[in-house]
């Protein structure tokens, strides 16, 4: 099993930055992927940013450009940071994890409320 605990969420004006933080453990040292979710209320959840574990990383088009995803490996942890930030950016940011072996198996965080505000 694997466990993701997300830090570093909070309140920011619009044009700040804010750096979050997931840590994996547990049998983290196979993980494939790792990436982030945001869900606003009354939203569902979406995708955000994934890197894989060569350093591949991939953005939703809202955010390309603001926010960049990065990984430790040697730490099983996971960044975003999020630069420009906007209002609409305000959601519960999820961490996400994903193993690949004989199926695919996926590992959510509880969240951390990420508030921009105008």
């Known amino acids: 099993q694997v466990q993701l605990v997300e830090s570093g969420g909070g309140l920011v004006q619009a044009g700040g930055s804010l750096r979050l933080s997931c840590a994996a453990s547990?049998?983290?040292?196979?993980?494939?992927?790792m990436g982030w979710y945001r869900q606003a209320p009354g939203k569902q959840r979406e995708w955000v940013a994934t890197?894989?574990?060569?350093?591949?990383?991939n953005y939703v088009d809202s955010v390309k450009g603001r926010f960049t995803i990065s990984r430790d490996n040697a730490k099983n942890t996971v960044y975003l940071q999020m630069n420009s930030l906007k209002p609409e950016d305000t959601a519960v940011y999820y961490c996400?994890?994903?193993?690949?072996?004989?199926?695919?198996?996926?590992?959510w965080g509880q969240g951390t409320q990420v508030t921009v505000s105008s």
């Open positions: 890197i894989d574990n060569i350093g591949n990383t």
């Open positions: 547990g049998s983290a040292s196979s993980l494939n992927a």
């Open positions: 996400q994890a994903v193993k690949y072996g004989l199926e695919r198996t996926d590992y």
